[in-house]
Every structure is written in structure tokens, then in C-alpha cells.
Nanobody
Framework: VQLVESGGKLVQPGTSLSLSCVGS????????MAWFRQPPGKGRQWLAA????????NISGAVKGRFTVSRDNAKSTLYLHMNDLQSEDTATYYC?????????????????WGQGTQVTVSS
């Protein structure tokens, strides 16, 4: 599956933003999907994952309560909804897909990646 993220932009602290990830070549309905981010000068961080049938959603403790994830399999689209953004949320955000049958939070566990979308939080 080919993945393309969108929605990243410059926002002020305290605002909300939603990102999208569209899958093509195959439907994301067949994959575990996840969001990661990579702050400047740091490694890639797992944020959230969702099972194929949306029955299970896992959110990293680092963003739980502020970030949620959803998917629309009919549109082959994954979403990341982010609230109360802060400067430390500044990063490149990536979506990823894996064929496996269990939750995975390490980047190496994912088979397909998008090119990333930049989110900058600054006043």
C-alpha cells in the first residue's frame, strides 16, 4: 500500500489540527495502521495504532488525552486528531501500515510509510 499524509501546517499553541493519510494501491482496511512522529534531531516516536477492524485503538501515553486516531476504510483513510498542540509537538508526522496481527510500536515493525507531513507549533 502507498501512503500519503496531508494536513500539516504551522499552528499556534493550544490549537487543534487533524492529519490525514490516504492509502492507495491497496486498501488500508487490510492493515494495522499507525501514526509516528519525528521531532527535529530525534528518533521516530510511536503515537497511535489501530486494528484493521477499528475494534482496538492504542494511544501512546505521551499524547493520550490530546490525540485520537480514526479510520475510514471505505475511503482508505487514516486520521490523527490533535488537540491543545504545544511546541513539543513540532515534528514530521508519518503514517505507517503493517500486515501483522498484533500491536507494534517500533518503526521497524511497519512495512509501508508515507513521506511525512510537517507540523510546526509556534506563536
Amino acid at each position: 500500500v502507498q501512503l500519503v499524509e496531508s494536513g500539516g501546517k504551522l499552528v499556534q499553541p493550544g490549537t487543534s489540527l487533524s492529519l490525514s493519510c490516504v492509502g492507495s494501491g491497496d486498501t488500508i482496511a487490510d492493515y494495522w495502521m499507525a501514526w509516528f512522529r519525528q521531532p527535529p534531531g530525534k528518533g521516530r516516536q510511536w503515537l497511535a495504532a489501530m486494528t484493521r477492524n477499528t475494534a482496538q485503538t492504542n494511544i501512546s501515553g505521551a499524547v493520550k488525552g490530546r490525540f485520537t486516531v480514526s479510520r475510514d476504510n471505505a475511503k482508505s483513510t487514516l486520521y490523527l486528531h490533535m488537540n491543545d498542540l504545544q511546541s513539543e509537538d513540532t515534528a514530521t508526522y508519518y503514517c505507517a501500515a503493517r500486515v501483522g496481527s498484533a500491536l507494534a510500536i517500533t518503526p521497524g515493525s511497519y512495512d509501508s510509510w508515507g513521506q511525512g507531513t510537517q507540523v510546526t507549533v509556534s506563536s
